[in-house]
């Protein structure tokens, strides 16, 4: 009886090449989640930037509704007799100014400690939220064509709203964080009623 020895390189070979496509399988095992881990880490930075973005559009809009709400109370008190204003609105505590010189663009008239007396009035708030800063405006007068002092004056009113998480530098006053938002209004009134009006955004404002 003849005995027949199996050549050993065929299983070898195939040890080999099992083994080969095991290591392949783990590359791509590894390349995959790596992938991933980048796809997460992506997905998690661009989350975190929607939700920063929303942040601060929301304290924008909150900032905005603040001065909304200061120059609707300003205009309001300026549409009372005089008398009848509160104090820090009556014709007399306001300036009197021209085109060319006018009171809101001074950095100084709005920063002076907290919040910029005496010019600028401190304006309730229209809410009862915490965390909601007192919105301000500044009222001054303006003689129609270089009129008499009698005559029915145009009344330019600049309100600020802050957001919520506003801060300012102590020196200066300008913005270090969070919103500011300053909206500015000029009204001809007579008889208590607004005769003519006109609204801007004011882009430049004397403080940042």
């Not at 992938?35 to 930075?45: G, I, P, Q, V």
């Not at 820090?88 to 709005?110: C, F, I, Y």
Request: aromatic content about 4%; overall charge positive; some cysteine.
């Amino acid at each position: 009886m003849t005995l027949r020895l199996r050549d050993p390189k065929p299983q070898r070979a195939r040890a080999l090449g099992q083994g080969a496509q095991r290591g392949i399988s783990l590359v791509i095992v590894i390349v995959l989640i790596g992938a991933m881990a980048l796809a997460s880490a992506a997905s998690l930075r661009a989350s975190a930037g929607s939700l920063q973005l929303l942040r601060v559009r929301s304290m924008q809009a909150l900032a905005l509704e603040q001065a909304h709400w200061a120059l609707h109370y300003c205009e309001a008190q300026l549409r009372l007799a005089s008398a009848a204003r509160n104090p820090a609105l009556a014709d007399a505590a306001l300036p009197l100014t021209t085109p060319a010189a006018m009171a809101w663009p001074v950095a100084a008239n709005w920063h002076s400690g907290a919040i910029g007396a005496p010019l600028v009035w401190p304006v309730p708030s229209a809410s009862s939220a915490s965390g909601l800063k007192s919105a301000s405006c500044l009222a001054e007068r303006q003689l129609l064509d270089g009129g008499p002092a009698a005559a029915a004056p145009i009344y330019v009113v600049t309100a600020r709203g802050l957001s919520p998480d506003h801060s300012a530098d102590a020196a200066t006053g300008a913005t270090r964080a969070g919103a500011a938002v300053w909206l500015q209004s000029t009204v001809l009134i007579t008889d208590g009623q607004v005769r003519a009006r006109s609204h801007k955004l004011i882009v430049n404002p004397p403080l940042r």
